[in-house]
């Protein structure tokens, strides 16, 4: 692993009052120099994504994951049948 993504792992995301996390500026503006985007285009509404251990329902805008940092991710996703049951799990290590 570089040091800048050393680096970008150790930062800590700072906590708001109502448990929502929030990324320090420096922080984002490496990821936006640094980071890599996952382009998802035309994922059906209400699959479930997944990048290590954030998850994501896909709504009618989704276009992907952006500011991801280098290194190993593992990816996933879950799509269900018409009634919105059944979710079967694909993933993979990018």
Do not use: C, W
Not at 40 to 67: A, H, N, R
Not at 68 to 74: A, Q, R
């Amino acid at each position: 692993m570089s040091y800048e993504a050393e680096e970008i792992k150790s930062r800590e995301f700072e906590r708001e009052p109502e448990g929502k996390r929030r990324m320090e500026p420096e922080t984002a503006l490496e990821l936006v120099r640094n980071g890599v985007t996952l382009l998802l285009l035309d994922v059906p509404q209400f699959t479930l994504v997944g990048i290590d251990t954030q998850m994501f329902s896909v709504g009618p805008v989704f276009k992907g994951i952006k500011m991801i940092p280098p290194g190993t991710h593992y990816v996933y996703y879950s799509s269900s049948n018409r009634l919105g049951i059944d979710f079967k799990e694909t993933y993979l290590f990018l």
